[in-house]
């Protein structure tokens, strides 16, 4: 087995970031990168059905960002551009966050929600079409628990552990051993968070022992 390598973690509070990832189009571009690790403008363009020029234009929004990189050879639109394995993170609100952070945040929290729905629902209405086997081992799971913030969070570390080992490893084009002849893009979605608004939440009550009778 291939040993897994350390994917650098990058927790994003920076609002010119997040609205740099806050486009469609960005978040295919980059998509496609981390499927075929490097490509041209031009290659791109055809695999997400835009213009080369369009697609060169978000490309180099995306590198000024540090999201992806030049990689060697090709000049002008012939240049490849290659995916920069990291494990991005968008920051939590921290309740004195600055205006810009807070609709930044919330606006490429939007978009990422709503590909990832869409995505769902064409999967859905295509999965009839797809290989049985593929069919069978997917899945859709919602569930409500009763949890308490210290399970909550290990809940979620156990979860990242996970996702870093079935998954991060693979985003890596560089060993192409990591990527079973066999394994195609899988798309992985979680949320969990409290199921009743902060402000509806119950008070704790203590009862006096008359109370308690």
Request: aromatic letters at 6%; glycine letters at 4%; one cysteine or more.
């Amino acid at each position: 087995m291939t040993q897994q390598p350390d994917v650098p973690r990058r927790e994003v509070r920076d609002p010119s970031v997040l609205r740099a990832l806050s486009h469609p189009l960005r978040l295919s571009l980059l998509e496609q990168l981390a499927t075929v690790g490097q490509a041209t403008a031009t290659e791109l363009a055809e695999r997400v059905d835009e213009s080369p020029a369009n697609c060169s234009w978000h490309l180099r929004q995306l590198a000024k960002h540090g999201l992806i990189e030049e990689a060697e050879g090709g000049t002008g639109r012939q240049r490849p551009w290659r995916w920069i394995n990291q494990s991005l993170g968008v920051a939590n609100p921290t309740g004195d966050d600055p205006p810009e952070f807070t609709h930044a945040r919330e606006a490429l929290l939007d978009v990422l929600t709503s590909r990832e729905v869409a995505a769902f629902q064409t999967w859905r209405a295509t999965e009839s079409l797809a290989p049985q086997e593929w069919s069978d081992a997917s899945f859709a799971n919602q569930s409500l628990h009763w949890m308490t913030v210290e399970e909550l969070a290990a809940f979620k570390a156990d979860l990242n552990k996970v996702i870093e080992r079935h998954i991060m490893d693979r985003l890596d084009r560089a060993d192409p051993e990591r990527r079973p002849a066999d394994s195609r893009p899988v798309r992985f979605v979680a949320w969990s968070f409290p199921a009743v608004p902060p402000q509806e939440l119950p008070r704790t009550v203590s009862l006096t022992p008359e109370e308690e009778q």
